[in-house]
Structure formats: structure tokens, C-alpha cells
């Protein structure tokens, strides 16, 4: 059966084209740089630190990070900064211990539903052909007022400004979340909770920020609509170039006057 993730998604809207290319053609395009190195390697202390309390979070980063590095591509490799992988070292070390601590603050009391768990959900608007709804959400939490709470973990340098925390496709990453994964388990989403966690490298302070996304039901209809209008395009192979997307807010797209993309 056919699927599409959040990430997916996002790229359709971004260019169609690009979709295209990325998951049609099956052209390779980003493979990682030392920046998702880190990320991943952070991430997977927040995963293993939860359900293991003696875990080394610092040395479990510096092995991750280390693994990370080797698996990027060898022009990646080539082309590191000695000074910035040891700078992400350092911060990465100052990360690791405060995680947890820092989640145990905001929340107080919790019980840990779920780490890494997949949705993999029928999209039931969709009519025309069958589709899933495939995510791997960081964490699920569930606190003393009953409440649940999904939780993203998301490094990043000195953190997000005001519009990177309102961005609509950024925002609209928990609204799926939290939409499936209440199907999934039959639970009112009234009663869940969805929240960003910002590890943050270089903040000079609250490294560790937690905040809340709220999705009530227009901004949950809104973005099922755009899925809907996604798939319909993808069903019926409808991949339009969007020459605004070449150059984006985080740099201009890997396609760019290539042989790919001219």
C-alpha cells in the first residue's frame, strides 16, 4: 500500500517537481552534512536516556556523533570543519546530561507511553487510491491530569524565532501526529497535548526549551485538506515546477541548474 510521511509532504508542497525527482525518479538529493550528524546523535540520547536511567548520555553522544560522521558521504567527510566538530563535541557533552532533567521540570510528574513508536495510518480522506500516514513520533508521555503529550525533539543553534515557531508547515508536523496517533489509539484529542523541544547548541541559556503547539479543529481540517490536495496530485502524477522554491529560506534547492532541473 502506498504511504507519505510528513517529511514527503513537505517537500511536494515545497516543489512538486522535487517530489518528483526525490520519490518518483528516486534521484538522490540530501544525504547529511555535520549539522544532521549531530541531530541524530542527540536525538538518540533523548530515545536511549528515557528508558535507560544509568545510560552515559556523554559518552553514548560521543559514539553516536562519531558513527554519524563516519556514515556521511565521503565529499562530506572530506570537506569537514576540524573546529566545528569539535565545538559540536563540546556541546553536545553540555546537551546530554540536561535532557531528561530538563523534561522532568517542565512536566513534574509523568508516566512514558511510548519512544519512537510508527504510525502507520489510513488516510481516510483520501478516496481515489489508499494511502498511509507514516511518522515515527520522539515521545509520548501521559501526566497525572490524564492528559497525554506528544513531544518532537529538534536541535538546533541559538533556537527559533517567532516565525519559525508559527510556521505553518512546521507546526502542521504535530498536527498530523497528533490527528493519527489519537486514531490510532482511539483517544479524544482534546485530551493530547503536542510540544517542540528545542536543543539548543550555542544558546548562551535555556538550552533546553519546551514549549507548546496548539491544533484545534480548523487548523486539523486545514491540514488535512492540503494532504488530501497532495495526494491527488501524487495519484494522478501531477508534478508542477514551483520556481519560487529554488532559492528557499535555508538556501537554494540541491536540483538547481542541474541536469535534473533546468
Not at 181 to 194: F, Q, R, V
Request: hydrophobic fraction near 35%; include cysteine.
Amino acid at each position: 500500500m502506498a504511504h507519505i510521511s510528513f517529511s514527503e509532504l513537505k517537500i511536494w508542497v515545497e516543489c512538486a517537481f522535487k517530489h518528483k525527482l526525490v520519490y518518483i525518479n528516486r534521484i538522490k538529493s540530501f544525504e547529511g552534512n555535520v549539522y544532521t550528524a549531530f541531530g541524530s546523535a542527540i536525538h538518540s540520547v533523548c530515545e536511549e536516556k528515557i528508558l535507560n536511567e544509568n545510560l552515559d548520555e556523554k559518552k553514548h553522544f560521543q559514539n553516536k556523533f562519531l558513527e554519524e560522521l563516519k556514515a556521511l558521504p565521503e565529499d562530506v567527510k572530506n570537506n569537514l570543519k576540524k573546529k566545528l566538530v569539535n565545538d559540536m563535541r563540546a556541546q553536545g557533552e553540555m546537551l546530554a546530561p540536561i535532557i531528561i532533567p530538563e523534561l522532568k521540570n517542565h512536566f513534574k510528574d509523568f508516566e512514558v507511553i511510548s519512544v519512537e513508536e510508527q504510525l502507520f495510518e489510513p488516510i481516510k480522506e483520501f478516496t481515489q487510491n489508499e494511502f498511509d500516514f507514516k511518522g515515527f513520533i520522539d515521545l509520548v508521555i501521559q501526566t497525572p491530569d490524564g492528559k497525554y503529550h506528544i513531544i518532537d525533539w529538534k536541535s538546533c543553534s541559538w533556537g527559533w524565532d517567532s516565525r519559525r515557531r508559527t510556521e505553518k508547515m512546521t507546526t502542521y508536523q504535530l498536527t498530523f501526529y497528533k490527528y493519527y496517533w489519537a486514531l490510532k489509539h482511539n483517544i479524544d484529542p482534546k485530551n493530547i497535548e503536542t510540544h517542540f523541544a528545542l536543543l539548543k547548541r550555542t544558546a548562551k541559556y535555556n538550552n533546553i526549551e519546551i514549549f507548546k503547539v496548539t491544533s484545534g479543529k480548523k487548523k486539523t481540517e486545514n491540514a488535512l485538506k492540503m494532504l488530501k490536495k497532495t495526494l491527488y496530485n501524487i495519484n494522478n502524477k501531477i508534478h508542477i515546477k514551483n520556481r519560487l522554491s529554488c532559492h528557499g529560506r535555508f538556501g537554494a534547492c540541491e536540483f538547481y541548474k542541474t541536469k535534473h532541473c533546468t
